[in-house]
């Protein structure tokens, strides 16, 4: 059974820098075609991915925020992180990790997603 | 503004037929395959459709998928009372290179 969750700060001030784990089991972020993705959700507003890293070490990240994410995977903890720098209100949203079971493939499995606050 | 456009919301009966559309264009769903989830408040997404039109373990027949050039469809047949969620669909993108979803669909069991 494939099981993500979410976990960092629920609270954040503006220019912040935020850090988000994803803890997982179920597969191994070393097998061939594996991936993890982040995606969010503003309030009332629609999903929109954020980054991506494979097995192999592919990471890609959305255009509109390439220069302020950062993705990295621990393969013996079952962990992924996610950074993002300079956090401002409109990055309010509910933060989802996700399972990819390939390249060129939506998510599959989800974590139940944490929601992140930016306000002064 | 999302990428692949749903109905924000659906309705039916018990026991009827309803067909949630999402649409896309060539580089998504035209060239990809496309998913859908459904979400109820305060749960993570669960995947009802994987490759357009396969279903993972688990996941009634009720469901099905469909897609025709740069649209998909989910449809529920028998609808049920405990089928009152957000539905929404996703696609890969080539040009941005990761994926795409619809705004959502909240289906309404009357």
């Known amino acids: 059974q494939i099981t993500l969750k979410e976990s960092g700060p629920t609270l954040m001030k503006p220019t912040q820098t935020l850090t988000l784990t994803c803890t997982f089991s179920?597969?191994?972020?070393?097998?061939?075609?594996?991936?993890v993705g982040w995606i969010r959700q503003p309030p009332g507003k629609a999903l929109e991915w954020l980054a991506l890293?494979?097995?192999?070490?592919?990471?890609r990240y959305s255009p509109s925020l390439n220069s302020r994410l950062t993705v990295t995977k621990d393969t013996s903890k079952n962990q992924v992180v996610l950074t993002m720098t300079n956090m401002d209100p409109v990055d309010t949203a509910t933060y989802y990790c996700?399972?990819?079971?390939?390249?060129?493939?939506?998510?599959?499995?989800w974590g139940r997603g944490t929601l992140v606050t930016v306000s002064s | 503004q999302s990428v692949l456009t749903q109905p924000p919301s659906a309705s039916g009966t018990p026991g009827q037929r309803v067909t949630i559309s999402c649409s896309g264009s060539?580089?998504?769903?035209?060239?990809?395959?496309v998913y859908w989830y459904q979400q109820l408040p305060g749960t993570a997404p669960k995947l009802l459709i994987y490759n357009t039109n396969q279903r993972p373990s688990g996941v009634p027949d009720r469901f099905s998928g469909s897609k025709s050039g740069t649209s998909a469809s989910l449809a529920i047949s028998g609808l049920r009372s405990g089928d009152e969620a957000d539905y929404f669909c996703?696609?890969?993108?080539?040009?941005?290179?990761?994926?795409?979803f619809g705004g959502g669909t909240k289906l309404t069991v009357l």
């Open positions: 996703a696609s890969w993108h080539d040009t941005l290179s990761g994926p795409v």
């Open positions: 060539t580089p998504n769903i035209g060239s990809n395959y």
């Open positions: 996700a399972h990819m079971s390939g390249k060129w493939l939506p998510p599959a499995y």
């Open positions: 179920g597969f191994s972020l070393s097998t061939s075609g594996v991936g």
């Open positions: 890293i494979y097995w192999d070490d592919d990471k």
